[in-house]
C-alpha cells in the first residue's frame, strides 16, 4: 500500500472520532498512541483535570535536544446548524477531495505525519522527530497551553516546531496574538422610572465599550515600524453586549464578549492594565456608591500568543527548502505556533487544505494537498539524520 493511500485510509478512521470540542478526544488519542506505539515512538498522553480531554506527546530517535516537533490540534469545530450534503464524521472521498470535519483542520496533517512514523523510524538517527497532538485549540488553545510547561520543564526539549494548519503549503512565519474576555456587569435592578434608584448594568457596559474604543484609536499609534501585519496595529472588537430584561426594567445584569489581536505583547499588557485602573477607579466606584456589591468581573477566554516573524528562524528555513518555497508569509488566524516560540523553539506554519474550507459545511481537503504533505514529509526524514 503507498503512502497516500495509507494516509488516507488513516484519516477516514480519524475523521470517525466526532472529536468536537466540546466533547472528549480520548477515544482519537488512544488510537493515534497506538499507531504510533506500533512505529517505534515512545508515548506519553496526559489527562486534563477533567480526565475527558488529553494531549499526546510521542518521540522517535535520539534523547537529545533540537529535536524537530510535528504539531496538530484533535479538536474540530461542531457541525450543529451546518448545511452538510455528506456525513460530517464519515470521510468522503468525490473528484480528488476528502470531505468531513477536520479534513483539513486538521486531522489532514496529523494523519501525514503519524503514516509517515516508520518511515522517521529508519530515519531518526541523530536527531529526534517528535510529535504533539493538543485538545482544545479551537477554544483557546487550552491543550496546548497545558502542555508547554511540561515540556519547558524537561532537560530535552524540541528545538524546532512545525505547526501544520491549514495554509495551502505556503510557508508561514507570523500571525498576530488572539486574547479574548467575557465581561461580566453586575448592577441593581428597579423601576426603569427612578433610574438613579438603580446601578443600569448595561450603561456601565457602555461605559466600559466606548474606554475599548478609545484604547483601539490608542493601538493604531504603536503600530510597529515595518509591519508586515494587515492592519499593522493590534485591533480591538466588541463581539457582543447582552444584558436587560424589558424596555421599563433598570438592566442588572450585562455581558460584553470582545478581543484583541496584539501585534506585540506589551500591547495586550497595556490595554488591559488600562481597563483594570478605569474599572476600579472609576466605574466600580460609581456603582458601588448606589449599591456596595455591584461589580465588574473580568473571565479570560483564552490569551494565545502570536506567532512573531523572527530574522533567524530554523523551522521557516527547513520548510522552505523542504518545499520549494522562496519566502514566508503572514496569516490573519491564530494557531498553537506562538506557545511553542515562547519555550524557545523555532516555529512555522506549513500544512495542507485551505483556511477557506475550516469550519464550514462540506469542509474538505484534496488529495493534491495531501500529496504535497507527504512529498515535505518524507523529505524532513533526511534532517534527522544529520
Same mark, same amino acid.
Not at 5 to 24: G, K, Q, W
Not at 250 to 275: C, N, T
Given at each position: 500500500?503507498?503512502?497516500?493511500?495509507?494516509? !488516507?485510509?488513516?484519516?477516514?478512521?480519524?475523521?470517525?472520532?466526532?472529536?468536537?470540542?466540546?466533547?472528549?478526544?480520548?477515544?482519537?488519542?488512544?488510537?493515534?498512541?497506538?499507531r504510533l506505539s506500533d512505529a517505534g515512538a515512545r508515548v506519553e498522553v496526559f489527562k486534563d483535570a477533567?480526565?475527558?480531554?488529553?494531549?499526546?506527546?510521542?518521540?522517535?530517535?535520539?534523547?537529545?535536544?533540537?529535536?524537530?516537533?510535528?504539531?496538530?490540534?484533535?479538536?474540530?469545530?461542531?457541525?450543529?446548524?451546518?448545511?452538510?450534503?455528506?456525513?460530517?464524521?464519515?470521510?468522503?472521498? !468525490?473528484?480528488?477531495?476528502?470531505?468531513?470535519?477536520?479534513?483539513?483542520?486538521?486531522?489532514?496533517?496529523?494523519?501525514?505525519?503519524?503514516?509517515?512514523?516508520?518511515?522517521?523510524?529508519?530515519?531518526?538517527?541523530? !536527531?529526534?522527530?517528535?510529535?504533539?497532538?493538543?485538545?482544545?485549540?479551537?477554544?483557546?488553545?487550552?491543550?496546548?497551553?497545558?502542555?508547554?510547561?511540561?515540556?519547558?520543564? !524537561?532537560?530535552?526539549?524540541?528545538g524546532v516546531a512545525i505547526i501544520g494548519e491549514p495554509t495551502m503549503m505556503r510557508v508561514i512565519e507570523?500571525?498576530?496574538?488572539?486574547?479574548?474576555?467575557?465581561?461580566?456587569?453586575?448592577?441593581?435592578?428597579?423601576?426603569?422610572?427612578?433610574?438613579?434608584?438603580?446601578?443600569?448594568?448595561?450603561?456601565?457596559?457602555?461605559?466600559?465599550?466606548?474606554?475599548?474604543?478609545?484604547?483601539?484609536?490608542?493601538?493604531?499609534?504603536?503600530?510597529?515600524?515595518?509591519?508586515?501585519?494587515?492592519?499593522?496595529?493590534?485591533?480591538?472588537?466588541?463581539?457582543?453586549?447582552?444584558?436587560?430584561?424589558?424596555?421599563?426594567?433598570?438592566?442588572?445584569?450585562?455581558?460584553?464578549?470582545?478581543?484583541?489581536?496584539?501585534?506585540?505583547?506589551?500591547?495586550?499588557?497595556?490595554?488591559?492594565?488600562?481597563?483594570?485602573?478605569?474599572?476600579?477607579?472609576?466605574?466600580?466606584?460609581?456603582?458601588?456608591?448606589?449599591?456596595?456589591?455591584?461589580?465588574?468581573?473580568?473571565?479570560?477566554?483564552?490569551?494565545?500568543?502570536?506567532?512573531?516573524?523572527?530574522?533567524?528562524?530554523?523551522?521557516?528555513?527547513?520548510?522552505?527548502?523542504?518545499?520549494?518555497?522562496?519566502?514566508?508569509?503572514?496569516?490573519?488566524?491564530?494557531?498553537?505556533?506562538?506557545?511553542?516560540?515562547?519555550?524557545?523553539?523555532?516555529?512555522?506554519?506549513?500544512?495542507?487544505?485551505?483556511?477557506?474550507?475550516?469550519?464550514?459545511?462540506?469542509?474538505?481537503?484534496?488529495?493534491?494537498?495531501?500529496?504535497?504533505?507527504?512529498?515535505?514529509?518524507?523529505?524532513?526524514?533526511?534532517?534527522?539524520?544529520?
Open positions: 500500500m503507498d503512502t497516500l493511500t495509507r494516509t !488516507r485510509d488513516l484519516l477516514a478512521e480519524m475523521i470517525a472520532f466526532p472529536t468536537v470540542s466540546s466533547e472528549s478526544n480520548l477515544a482519537l488519542i488512544d488510537f493515534l498512541a497506538d477533567t480526565g475527558t480531554k488529553a494531549n499526546l506527546f510521542a518521540t522517535i530517535g535520539p534523547e537529545v535536544g533540537g529535536g524537530i516537533l510535528l504539531s496538530g490540534h484533535s479538536d474540530v469545530v461542531p457541525v450543529a446548524d451546518q448545511n452538510w450534503t455528506t456525513d460530517p464524521f464519515a470521510m468522503t472521498e !468525490r473528484d480528488g477531495r476528502l470531505y468531513g470535519r477536520g479534513t483539513c483542520d486538521m486531522k489532514g496533517f496529523i494523519a501525514a505525519a503519524v503514516a509517515m512514523a516508520p518511515h522517521y523510524a529508519k530515519m531518526a538517527r541523530k !536527531r529526534p522527530i517528535h510529535f504533539a497532538f493538543t485538545h482544545d485549540e479551537e477554544i483557546g488553545c487550552l491543550g496546548a497551553q497545558a502542555l508547554a510547561p511540561l515540556l519547558r520543564d !524537561r532537560e530535552v526539549r524540541p507570523g500571525h498576530k496574538g488572539c486574547y479574548e474576555y467575557s465581561v461580566h456587569f453586575t448592577g441593581l435592578e428597579g423601576h426603569g422610572s427612578a433610574p438613579d434608584r438603580g446601578v443600569n448594568a448595561v450603561e456601565y457596559a457602555v461605559r466600559y465599550v466606548a474606554r475599548l474604543l478609545e484604547m483601539a484609536e490608542v493601538l493604531k499609534t504603536r503600530a510597529p515600524a515595518g509591519s508586515r501585519f494587515e492592519p499593522p496595529w493590534t485591533t480591538i472588537n466588541t463581539g457582543a453586549l447582552v444584558g436587560g430584561v424589558a424596555h421599563n426594567v433598570i438592566a442588572g445584569k450585562a455581558r460584553i464578549d470582545w478581543e484583541m489581536r496584539p501585534v506585540q505583547p506589551g500591547d495586550a499588557d497595556l490595554v488591559k492594565q488600562d481597563l483594570h485602573h478605569y474599572c476600579q477607579h472609576h466605574l466600580i466606584p460609581a456603582m458601588r456608591s448606589v449599591h456596595p456589591a455591584a461589580d465588574i468581573v473580568t473571565e479570560v477566554i483564552g490569551e494565545v500568543d502570536g506567532l512573531v516573524p523572527a530574522e533567524i528562524n530554523e523551522a521557516r528555513d527547513i520548510v522552505m527548502e523542504l518545499t520549494g518555497v522562496n519566502g514566508a508569509g503572514l496569516v490573519p488566524f491564530g494557531t498553537e505556533a506562538g506557545i511553542f516560540q515562547a519555550l524557545g523553539m523555532s516555529a512555522v506554519i506549513c500544512g495542507p487544505g485551505s483556511i477557506e474550507q475550516a469550519h464550514k459545511p462540506d469542509e474538505y481537503l484534496s488529495l493534491d494537498q495531501l500529496s504535497q504533505c507527504l512529498t515535505m514529509l518524507n523529505r524532513l526524514g533526511t534532517r534527522l539524520t544529520e
